[in-house]
C-alpha cells in the first residue's frame, strides 16, 4: 500500500517533468553521420542536441580525421556496404560521380524542389553546382543533385589595414585596378614590408590567381575553348595573363620566396602583420583569428586587370553531404539534412565554426570580414562546374611556368609556348 | 721528435672536433624535442610569436585541457592494451616461426618465407579495401581483436626476418645439449632459443611497440565506436581541416610519447646489444 502511494507519486511527478519538458523523447531511430570536419565537431553535436528534442530522433556525428584517411574509410566501406545514412565525398567530381553510378548517393532533386523548390532556392546557387550533374554531363551520371552543401567557401585577396594606412593609403579601400594593386607594390621596398604571400608553393593557388585573370581577361569561353583546345595558350590573352606575374614581381609586389611558400607560412606571416597582402580562402578567418585575435584586415576581389570581363573568383561548396541511397533512414536522412541547412542552424554553424554558411539568408549574421568573402559568391567559379578539364601535365606546365617566370627564368612567351607544346602533346595522346 | 706536449695538443683538438659533431648531432635529435615541450606551455597567440624555447609565460593547463578535450583517459588505456596484445602476439608467432625457418626442414620453407619477406615491401595502405571487406566478413569489423589480429599481421614479417637471422648464427651445439639432456623441439625454443634472443626481441619489442602506438589510420578504418580508437585518434582531435590548437596538439604530443619513451630507457641496454650483436643485419 505504502510501495503503491510511492509509486503514484513518482509516476506523477515523472508526467509533470516530461510534460514541462519541450523536447520529444528518444523516438529510438537514430542517424549516423560520418564527417571529417575536426574543427566544426563541437557546434555539429550541439545541433544534434537540439535536433534530438525537436524530432526525438538521436543524430550520432562520427568524426573520422584526417580527411585522406576519412577518404580511406569511406571507399571501403561502400566496397563492404556498410555506408553510414549521411557521409560526404572528398575529392574530384569523377570520385563523386563514380559513388552516384554505384548506387550509394541518393538524388536529392525531389526533395529539393518540393514547396517551390524552397530548399533548393535557400542555398546560393554556386554552392549547388558543385552537387549538381546537368543534362549531357561528361560523367555519364543521371541529371539531378546529389550532395547537400554544408557551408561554402570563396578564395581572394585579403589586406591589412592598419600597414594599408601606414603606407599612405585609405585602409578603407583596397586596392580596385591592377595598377592600384602595383602602386602599392612600389612602396613595400621603403618601407621594409613584404607585400603579397600565398601558398604559392603548393601551386594549385598559383593555378587559381592564374584562372581569376583568365576569366577576366578573355572571359569564359575563350577559357573553356582553351581547355578544349580550340584556343591556344600562346594566345595573346593568356601571355598577357602570364605577364602580370612579371609586373607584380617586377613591381616588388610579391613576397621573398612566394614560389615555395607554403600556405601554412602564408598565413603565419599575414596574421603577424609582416605582409600587407594575402592571397587566400574564406577558412582563413578561422586561422587568422587563433593566430592573432587583433589582427584588422579586410577582403577584396582580385583587382580588375581588364575591364572587358568581370572578375571571377574560385569558389563553391566548402564540405558537402550525400546520403546513403541504400540506408533504410534515407528519409529521416533528408530531413535531418534539411533541417541542418535551415537559416537558423546554418547561422549557428556560421558563428561557432567561423564558415560561410551554405544559406543565403544567413549571411547577414555573420562578421563584416565573412560577409565579405560569402558575398563574392557572386563572382563565383569553380573548374569543377565548367564541364571539361585541363590534362594535369598541362596544369603542372602552367603553374610551373609562372614559377619560372616569378624567379626570372623564362619570360612569358617561353611559358606560353612550352605550355602549348604539351598541350597539344596531350590532345594527340587523347585522339 | 715530436714532443709529448704536440700528441696531447693533437689529441685534445681531435676530441674537441669529434665532441663539437656528436652534440650538434645530439642538439639537432633533441631540438623538436624541446620545441614541443616548449610549444606545449604557449598559447595559440604565442606560438607564432615567442620563438623562445622558455616561454615568458608557462601555460600548464594545455595538459590537463588536452587530457579532457582529447578523452586521453580511455585512448591511453586502449592503446596501452592494443600495444600490449600485438606485442606479445607478435613475439610468440615471430620466435616460432623464426625458429622453425632457420631449424626444421620442412617442403616449401624457401618459398614461404620468401613471401613473408615480400609482404614487408606491401604499405599497408595498399590493403585497406581488402582488410576491411575481409574482417567484415569474419564479424571482426568495430572489433579490438579485429585491430589487433590485423596489427600482428603487419609487424610480423619484420620480426620474423630479424629473429631467423639471430637463430640462424646460434650454435648448434646448445640445441644438442639440451636435446642430450631431454628438451623437445618446443623445449629448445622455450628454454635456449628465446633466452639467447633476448637483445633481438628487445629490438622486436621496441620496434613493434612503437608501430602499435603510433598507428591510427587501420584504427580510423577498422573502427566505427570512438570508444575503441587508440591514443593517436585523440591528437587528430586537435588538428582541424585548416586550424590546428598547436599547443593542446604538442601538450598531447609530450603526453602520447612519456611510455614510448620509458620503454625505449628501460631497454635501452638491450637494443645497444640487439643492434651490436647484427640483430638487425641486412
Known sequence: MRYGKFLSILVIASLFLFAGCSSKPYSGKSITVWHWMT?????????????????????????????????????????????????GILGEKRDFSSFIKAGFILNLTPYMLEDNAKWKNSFFSK????????????????????????????????????????????????????????????????????????????????????????????????????????????????????????????????????????????????????????????????????????????????????????????????????????????????????????????????????????????????????????????????????????????????????????????????????????????????? | MRSTIYYKAKKTSENIIIHLFMLTVAVTCIFPLLWMVSSS???????????????????????????????????????????????????????????????????????IFFIFIAAMMIPIQGSFVALYVLLNKLHLRNTPVGYILCMINVGLSTSIFLLKTFFDKMPKELEDAARIDGCSKFGIWWNVALPLAKPVLAVVVVFNALNVWNEFILALLIFDSRPLMPLQVALITFQGEFVTRYPLLMAGLTISIIPILLLYVLMQKYIVKGVTQGAVVG
Open chain 1, 39 to 87: 574543427d566544426r565537431e563541437p557546434a555539429f553535436n550541439e545541433l544534434a542536441k537540439r535536433y534530438e528534442a525537436k524530432t526525438g530522433i538521436k543524430v550520432n556525428f562520427e568524426l573520422y580525421a584526417p580527411s585522406d584517411a576519412y577518404s580511406q574509410k569511406v571507399r571501403a566501406a561502400a566496397q563492404g556496404a556498410n555506408l553510414p545514412d549521411i557521409f
Open chain 1, 127 to 431: 554552392a549547388l553546382a558543385v552537387n549538381e550533374f546537368n543534362d549531357g554531363n561528361s560523367y555519364a551520371v543521371a541529371p539531378g543533385i546529389y550532395g547537400v552543401p554544408i557551408d561554402i567557401m570563396t578564395i581572394q585577396m585579403v589586406y591589412n589595414k592598419s600597414l594599408f594606412k601606414e603606407l599612405g593609403f585609405n585602409p578603407n579601400r583596397p586596392p580596385q585596378t591592377f595598377e592600384e594593386l602595383l602602386a602599392v607594390g612600389k612602396k613595400l621596398k621603403a618601407a621594409n614590408l613584404e607585400g603579397l604571400v600565398s601558398g604559392w608553393g603548393e601551386i594549385w593557388m598559383i593555378d587559381c590567381l592564374a584562372n581569376n585573370y583568365a576569366f577576366n581577361i578573355m572571359g569564359k569561353d575563350k577559357v573553356i575553348a582553351t581547355i578544349k583546345g580550340e584556343v591556344p595558350y600562346t594566345d595573346a590573352d593568356w601571355i598577357k595573363v602570364l605577364s602580370l606575374f612579371k609586373q607584380m614581381q617586377e613591381s616588388g609586389l610579391l613576397a621573398s620566396g612566394i614560389v615555395t611558400m607554403v600556405n601554412k607560412t602564408a598565413e603565419q606571416l599575414f596574421a603577424n602583420e609582416k605582409a600587407v597582402f594575402a592571397f587566400n580562402g574564406s577558412w582563413s578567418v578561422n586561422v587568422y583569428k587563433g593566430m592573432n585575435p587583433k589582427l584588422e584586415y579586410g577582403a577584396f576581389l582580385p583587382p580588375k586587370a581588364s575591364d572587358k570581363y568581370p572578375m571571377a573568383i574560385w569558389g563553391g561548396a566548402g564540405s558537402s553531404f550525400m546520403i546513403n541511397a541504400r540506408s533504410k533512414n534515407k528519409e529521416e536522412a533528408v530531413k535531418f539534412l534539411s533541417w541542418l541547412t535551415e537559416t537558423p542552424q546554418q547561422a549557428y554553424l556560421a558563428e561557432a565554426t567561423n564558415n560561410l554558411p551554405a544559406n543565403k539568408d544567413s549571411i547577414n549574421k555573420i562578421s563584416d570580414v565573412m560577409a565579405s568573402f560569402a558575398k563574392a559568391m557572386d563572382y563565383a567559379t569553380h573548374p569543377n562546374v565548367w564541364g571539361v578539364s585541363e590534362f594535369s601535365p598541362v596544369i603542372e606546365a602552367f603553374d610551373k611556368g609562372i614559377q619560372s617566370i616569378i624567379i626570372g627564368e623564362k619570360t612569358p612567351e617561353q611559358v606560353a609556348a612550352e605550355v602549348q607544346k604539351i598541350k597539344e602533346r596531350e590532345l594527340a595522346k587523347k585522339r
Open chain 2, 41 to 111: 606551455l604557449k598559447t595559440q597567440e604565442t606560438i607564432f610569436k615567442d620563438m623562445s624555447i622558455i616561454p615568458k609565460a608557462l601555460h600548464f593547463e594545455n595538459y590537463y585541457q588536452a587530457w579532457i578535450q582529447g578523452g586521453f583517459g580511455r585512448y591511453f588505456l586502449n592503446s596501452l592494451i592494443y600495444t600490449v596484445a600485438v606485442v606479445i602476439g607478435i613475439i610468440i608467432i615471430s620466435s616460432l616461426a623464426a625458429y622453425a625457418f632457420s631449424r626444421l626442414k620442412f617442403p616449401g620453407k624457401n618459398i
